[in-house]
């Protein structure tokens, strides 16, 4: 799959799981890293980066003109996504909820929506980053029940079903769409006090590494998952299996 | 890419399609492959078959409906190698019992759980002390399309059979994640081999089968290399934090 001639566009690839996947496929593609915010670390060979506000239409449109620069688009790994305190839903702020459904949701929406003429026109496929979260109504294995974060986890429900509608609309163009679920994943998203108490609710013992949900999304894009469209492969460790 | 080189890799049923697919796939990555199965002539061509290609396969000769002769299979590979790094349970199938439920004997239920899902619990009983032994290891089972939603060519047995193996896949991955051994399942759409092609033209009119094609976004049926590629990622290091999944390989026919 890929090659360096071809592009692949990694929403929110400046850090975390992001910047994981933007590593990953840096060995077989010309990445483009989409972010708000510079990589804190110097980027991968035949990698370029964009600031990309993915709320914004106009940036997201900006951003796949940017990788068609590159090549044809290959990949587009939307990985770009924010979350909030863990609240009691009734204290939850409406303009809080507004801001996680619009980036989260309307986000993927507009990166999609943007990019669908370069896949279609490459047959390239796509990964929408949900979230255990989406399956379970919790944010956090050690969340309270006070404390869920309903907007982070309706949100990412709605980028499965977005995931669905993609894959049906996109098939007849052979584009293929699938949705990835990650766990409880290593890094600044979760406060390293609090791995071991994590890991020993998590079937395999330890929270995954961000390389591993990488090497989740390049399979899902890779020749291997050909026949693969309109799934959620969950990457958890086994503390939720569907 | 060689992802398997000198892994040992047990695949029951595989002399012919899905299973015979996924053995070649191993083998072009560096595995050292056993092939499980009861049919000699099927166990030779797919020798031939890797040898044509530049690889080799070990073959068993296992029924895979009986207890014994998987242990003492197993346990040919295990004095062999000293381990089974990869099992994959890909043993089953309708057996030609009838579609309809009221037509099913007690003798249907039992010879389709007895290859499907006994089948796999047997392999997994045999292998899983010496995974647990070596400090980890790989089993992938094969569910189906027919296990989670419905199936159009076979009967509720052969589905029933095929759920059962996705709830097996998931208790063992809760109980042997902390040996470090993952448990997944793949589950195929309908994969036009020799055997289903057969009742998919006796079971379904053209119309019929023009429809479900038409239904599925991918527009065509899997291959068996299709479904070599998913068991494969499931068998390798790209998988390491996911257990206890069901991959649905069947073109968005359903998506869950």
Redesign the interface.
């Known amino acids: 799959m890929g090659n360096p001639m071809t592009a692949a566009i990694v929403t929110g690839g400046a850090s975390n799981i992001g910047w994981a996947i933007a590593r990953r496929f840096a060995a077989t593609h010309q990445v483009l890293i989409a972010d708000l915010r510079e990589p804190a670390e110097p980027l991968p060979p035949g990698a370029a980066y964009l600031r990309t506000d993915i709320t914004d239409a106009s940036a997201c449109a900006a951003m796949v003109a940017h990788a068609r620069t590159l090549g044809p688009v290959a990949a587009v790994v939307h990985s770009a996504a924010i979350t909030a305190p863990a609240t009691p839903i009734e204290a939850i702020p409406v303009d809080e909820w507004r801001r996680l459904v619009d980036v989260n949701l309307t986000g993927a929406f507009l990166v999609a929506r943007a990019a669908i003429p370069a896949l279609r026109e490459s047959r390239g496929t796509m990964v929408l980053v949900s979230s255990r979260a989406a399956r379970v109504g919790y944010a956090a294995l050690d969340a309270s029940p006070g404390g869920t974060k309903a907007h982070y986890c309706a949100s990412k429900a709605a980028v499965i079903s977005l995931t669905r509608s993609l894959a049906v609309e996109l098939a007849p163009s052979q584009v293929r769409v699938n949705g990835l679920a990650p766990g409880s994943i290593e890094g600044a998203m979760i406060p390293r006090e609090r791995w071991p108490a994590l890991a020993a609710r998590i079937p395999l013992g330890r929270l995954g590494k961000p390389e591993e949900i990488a090497d989740a999304a390049w399979f899902l894009c890779s020749d291997a998952a050909s026949y693969i469209t309109g799934h959620v492969l969950d990457a958890n460790g086994g503390t939720w299996m569907n | 890419m060689k992802r398997f080189v000198d892994r040992v890799v047990v695949i029951t049923a595989a002399g012919r399609g899905i299973g015979r697919a996924t053995a070649l796939r191993f083998a072009r990555e560096g595995a050292r492959v056993y092939v499980a199965d009861a049919d000699a002539d099927a166990l030779a061509e797919a020798g031939g078959e890797a040898a044509r290609s530049g690889s080799r396969l070990a073959t068993l000769a296992m029924d895979c409906t009986d207890e014994a002769s998987i242990r003492a299979g197993v346990a040919s590979v295990l004095a062999r190698e000293g381990r089974v790094d990869v099992l994959v349970n890909n043993a089953g199938g309708s057996l030609h019992t009838p579609y309809r439920f009221l037509d099913e004997s007690d003798d249907d239920w039992k010879r389709v759980f007895d290859l499907n899902l006994m089948g796999t619990v047997w392999a997994c009983r045999t292998v899983l002390p010496a995974m647990v032994a070596n400090g980890g290891g790989r089993i992938v089972n094969l569910g189906s399309k027919a296990g989670q939603y419905a199936s159009l060519i076979a009967g509720a047995n052969y589905a029933a059979a095929k759920g059962a193996i996705a709830s097996l896949?998931?208790q063992l991955?809760?109980e042997f994640?902390?040996s470090?051994i993952?448990v997944n399942c793949v589950c195929p759409?309908v994969v036009l081999t020799e055997r289903t092609s057969r009742l998919w033209a006796e079971r379904r009119t053209p119309e019929e089968r023009a429809r479900v094609l038409g239904e599925i976004?991918?527009?065509?049926h899997?291959?068996a290399e299709?479904?070599a590629?998913?068991v494969?990622?499931f068998a390798g290091?790209?998988?390491?934090?996911?257990?206890?999944?069901?991959?649905?390989?069947?073109?968005?026919q359903a998506?869950?």
Do not use: C, Q, S, W
């Open positions: 896949t998931r991955a809760m994640g902390p470090g993952t759409g976004p991918l527009r065509r899997a291959t299709d479904i590629g998913a494969t990622f290091d790209d998988a390491a934090f996911i257990t206890g999944a069901t991959l649905d390989v069947n073109g968005g998506m869950a």
